[in-house]
């Protein structure tokens, strides 16, 4: 388990802190059992994927009128 922990805690890194932090404390209050990898990737990268269609509405919002993707 300790070696599972170690590879789990490395591959995360790609991830925002933020982002594991809460897939993780969810995950701990609502499951019985310690996640497979595929199940938190899962939830990890719908959770990214969120994040960057926000930042790019954000930027496409906040770029010069005639830059803009509208």
């Known amino acids: 388990m300790e070696a599972t922990i170690k590879i ?30 595929a199940e938190l990737v899962a939830r990890l990268d719908e959770k990214t994927a969120l994040r960057r269609r926000y930042q790019a509405a954000l930027a496409n919002w906040m770029a010069p009128e005639g830059a803009r993707s509208d």
């Open 8 to 37: 789990y805690a490395r591959d995360l890194q790609a991830y925002p802190a933020d982002i594991v932090r809460d897939v993780l404390e969810h995950w701990g209050r609502t499951q019985k059992w310690f996640p497979a990898w």
